[in-house]
T-cell receptor, first 115, second 113 residues
Framework: NAGVTQTPKFQVLKTGQSMTLQCAQD?????MYWYRQDPGMGLRLIYYSASEGTTDKGEVPNGYNVSRLNKREFSLRLESAAPSQTSVYFC??????????????FGDGTRLSIL | GNSVTQMEGPVTLSEEAFLTINCTYTATGYPSLFWYVQYPGEGLQLLLKATKADDKGSNKGFEATYRKETTSFHLEKGSVQVSDSAVYFC????????????FGTGTRLTVIP
């Protein structure tokens, strides 16, 4: 049972470089999410995809783009990395259920440092 | 809007002590409430949840009751173990189609033998 798989686990970039964080889930979930986790701030939603073919901005979308490639995969792209984007990035997925209450399942995270 | 406020940490307890981590929320409508746990170097794992007022979620000796009148969802455990050392996050779901979660800032718990 892989659940939610994120790659890479660690990455160091220079300011201005670009990269794509990959996420795949094998639970047939409709919804997928990208968060960043910074000390003392909990998790903040960057982008989400309620279903295949749709994406929406979350709380902190600036500097990021996403692609919902298919039902399984949801990637996060940094076009021009900045030191403020140094963070731990988590991907999550969930089923859609009537009235909410569906838990999200998280990957192990990508630790990204921008120099 | 939706927001979660949880007890500032860190919290340090001796093994077998009683644990309470406070969580209060602000929400439009009737949210579902969750506690997630994060062990070092790992992602978040669902610990327990409650989907309506007066529901009690429980798992691994942890409990939390959805209190609509006080807008609270406090986490409790009667006797903590060293293996409970982790960061605990309270969260709410807005019941929208995307099932978005709103997180508190997390509370780090350290249990010493």
């Amino acid at each position: 049972n892989a659940g939610v798989t994120q790659t890479p686990k660690f990455q160091v970039l220079k300011t201005g470089q670009s990269m794509t964080l990959q996420c795949a889930q094998d639970m047939n979930h409709n919804s997928m999410y990208w968060y960043r986790q910074d000390p003392g701030m909990g998790l903040r939603l960057i982008y989400y995809s309620a279903s295949e073919g749709t994406t929406d901005k979350g709380e902190v979308p600036n500097g990021y783009n996403v692609s919902r490639l298919n039902k399984r995969e949801f990637s996060l792209r940094l076009e021009s990395a900045a030191p403020s984007q140094t963070s731990v990035y988590f991907c999550a997925s969930s089923a859609q259920g009537q009235g909410g209450g569906q838990p999200q399942h998280f990957g192990d995270g990508t630790r990204l440092s921008i120099l | 809007g939706n927001s979660v406020t949880q007890m500032e940490g860190p919290v340090t307890l001796s093994e077998e002590a009683f644990l309470t981590i406070n969580c209060t929320y602000t929400a439009t409508g009737y949210p579902s409430l969750f506690w997630y746990v994060q062990y070092p170097g790992e992602g978040l794992q669902l610990l327990l949840k409650a989907t309506k007022a007066d529901d009690k979620g429980s798992n691994k000796g942890f409990e939390a009751t959805y209190r609509k009148e006080t807008t609270s969802f406090h986490l409790e455990k009667g006797s903590v173990q060293v293996s409970d050392s982790a960061v605990y996050f309270c969260a709410l779901s807005d019941r929208g189609g995307a099932n978005n979660l709103f997180f508190g800032t997390g509370t780090r718990l350290t249990v010493i033998p």
